[in-house]
């Protein structure tokens, strides 16, 4: 018994090789597999074989050999399933559909107050509904469908433990998908963001990850895995005071980073819209540059804060962190000075790589993920 079981432990892991090493290789022979991987020919052989059973790979292609005739190539089909992922904020929502390279192949906006009822759960159903028949995608591919909620979220993904933001604490995930005839979960926005950082990076194993979005958040990263704390409260860098006794919070404090570092508090001045922000600070606006060195100067010493407890690299992401290359450098020097040691933060501080809606993309990986490890 134990020896079938070894034997099916051991084929599997074959398997994932085979099929990840197709999804980083993109194109190959049979003999690439068998020499990069140290396989037996009829291992690789069957597996290609389950492989293109499931519709996972093509073999329409050839690749030129000088010995002979033309190899068959095993192409790895990128969209062969997919995920939805929701950023669920308070005036609106962005649906994304992301395939298994983790790309948004569609992205939906939709504004819409949040509202715990059943006519704005329609709504979500409704949503994800027009997104997959924009992309004609069969509904058999969908791997399932990701929210990601400011609100602390239980372990199992099923409900909102904390959520004074949209105040829907007590909420289920079986109300959001009541509409959505696919497996879903809930996700804190910013550790979904996180883990599309995870995704997009392959050579940070810990982190720290600021979302500046709306609402402040942060994500955990160790060993490429989201660390989520004992009671799911890891990384809450939003309600770290910055300023003692300073602007009120949402939530009953003062001083939090959240009032001086959120997304809001730069695009409140341009009637809700970001961009048009740093359009007017690229454009030299003395007002939005006034802003914006305030901005970064609790910036730096909330990086600096993360620095000296957790002594790794520090992500700047969120809605700001799509626009924060061109003022990295800025940061850096405001951070350095901050700095105790002599750690350079160019080396530590860095913007976020995956720029194309993190959170709903991120609330959609995990399924992604899930996947490859259970192929």
């Known amino acids: 018994m134990e020896q079938g079981k070894s034997g099916m432990d051991i084929k599997g892991m074959n398997r994932k090789k085979i099929y990840e090493f197709l999804r980083r290789s993109r194109s190959v022979s049979k003999q690439d597999i068998v020499y990069a ?41 990128s969209d062969a399933k997919v995920a939805v992922g929701i950023d669920i ?8 559909v992301v395939d298994l390279d983790g790309k948004v192949i569609e992205t939906l906006k939709k504004k819409i107050d949040f509202s715990m009822t059943d006519e704005y759960y329609s709504k979500l159903g409704e949503g994800v509904r027009e997104i997959l028949e924009k992309t004609h995608t069969d509904p058999q591919k969908v791997l399932g469908v990701g929210m990601g909620v400011p609100g602390l979220i239980s372990g199992d993904g099923q409900e909102v433990v904390y959520g004074r ?3 829907f604490t007590g909420e289920t ?18 550790n979904a963001a996180g883990f599309a950082e995870i995704w997009s990076l392959h050579n940070i194993k810990n982190a720290f990850y600021i ?22 409260r890891s990384g809450e860098v939003g309600h770290m005071t910055v300023v003692a006794d300073g602007r009120p919070c949402y939530c009953g404090q003062y001083g939090c980073l959240e009032t ?15 961009g048009v922000f740093f359009e007017k600070l690229k454009n030299g606006d003395m007002e939005s540059r006034m802003l914006w ?4 100067r609790y910036l730096s010493l909330a990086v600096n804060n993360l620095r000296m407890l957790f002594d790794c690299k520090i992500i700047i992401g969120g809605y700001v962190g799509s626009y924060i290359d061109g003022y990295m450098e800025q940061l850096w020097e405001m951070v350095r000075q901050r700095n105790m040691f002599e750690d350079d933060p160019e080396q530590f501080l860095l913007p976020c790589q995956y720029k194309t809606e993190a959170i709903a993309a991120g609330a959609a990986l995990p399924f992604v993920a899930e996947f490859f490890e259970q192929i």
């Open 37 to 77: 991987l140290q396989l037996s020919l009829p291992t690789v052989t069957q597996n290609l074989q389950e492989l293109q059973e499931k519709g996972l790979l093509d073999t329409a292609g050839k690749i030129g050999n000088t010995g002979g005739r033309n190899a068959t190539a095993f192409t790895f089909i």
């Open 89 to 96: 904020q308070k005036h609106r929502n962005t649906i994304v």
């Open 165 to 167: 933001i949209l105040n």
């Open 173 to 190: 995930c079986a109300n959001f998908s009541k509409y959505i005839p696919y497996r879903s979960l809930l996700y804190n926005d910013a």
């Open 211 to 232: 979302c500046l979005s709306n609402n402040i958040g942060g994500s955990v990263l160790l060993d490429n895995k989201v660390y989520e704390g004992d009671n799911q």
């Open 260 to 274: 001086y570092c959120s997304a809001t508090v730069l695009s409140d001045t341009t009637d809700g819209d970001l």
């Open 293 to 296: 060195d305030s901005y970064l």
